[in-house]
């Protein structure tokens, strides 16, 4: 055989390559957009040209964290040298691997993620593309740094020789300056009942509790509150109940 043709074959088989690296992009592009839309994946079999990252164990993320199981599914696509993924990789993943989520509910779940990506900077970092790796991975990249505490203010010592009452106004001034107030910060009726009538088929309340921590994540959610807006929401007739409560397991609602 000529050396020709051997080169030949060498810069074809390049070629074939390129298009199939191009090819696969454009397939994961397209998945990427059926996850958005709700709908099955176009393409389930994606060749990776530049890496492998082997079969995911259906018990491999099953009794960690949700931190610990996404760390740890990124760590395994650096071994196969697969880098950075999306949050709907880094979702199906983690689900597929046998992690528990609160909710039965694919958007709520995939919101979980999201926060526990966003908040835990020291850990992952999100990428420009929108892709998220570990913080480590990228020596010149930094957390986002901590608010620092504001600094104590200094409260001037009282003479011995003040008068009473001038002792008493400035110790009532100490109190205020160390102990401020409490601004409440809960969900209301009005953010709960948008989760509740956002919800898609059957729903429990500890579905609604998932969605409203996930989507609220700063607030406090009291132990009445849901109950209470599910009440108010049968009365107006905008949600029904699917199956009453059944001795440990809670009541199925849907919307009307």
Known sequence: MSDDILNTIEVLTKRVGAKEEEANKLKKLVNELCGEAGIPVRYANIAEASGSLGA????????????????????????????????????????DGGYKFESKNENNAKVSVGNTLRKSSSIFHRLPNGQYGLLEWYPSAKAKPESAPAPKKKVKAIHSKAKPVEV?????????????????????????????????????????????????????????????????????????????????????????
């Open 56 to 95: 995911i164990r259906a018990d491999q993320f099953y009794g960690q964290t949700i931190t610990a199981a996404i760390r740890n599914y990124l760590e395994q696509r650096k071994s196969g040298r697969l880098g950075a993924a999306t949050l709907n990789e880094i979702y199906s993943a983690v689900r």
């Open 168 to 256: 008493e106004n400035a110790a009532e001034k100490v109190v205020a300056i160390s102990s401020p107030a409490k601004v409440k910060n809960d969900v209301t009726n009005k953010e709960i009942r948008a989760v509740i009538l956002e919800q898609s088929g059957q729903f429990q309340n500890s579905d609604i509790e998932a969605a409203t921590k996930a989507k609220f994540p700063t607030k406090d959610l009291p132990n009445t509150k849901i109950p209470t807006v599910i009440f108010l929401l049968k009365k107006l007739g905008l949600i029904k109940v699917v199956s009453e409560r059944s001795g440990s397991k809670g009541a199925v609602y849907s919307k009307a």
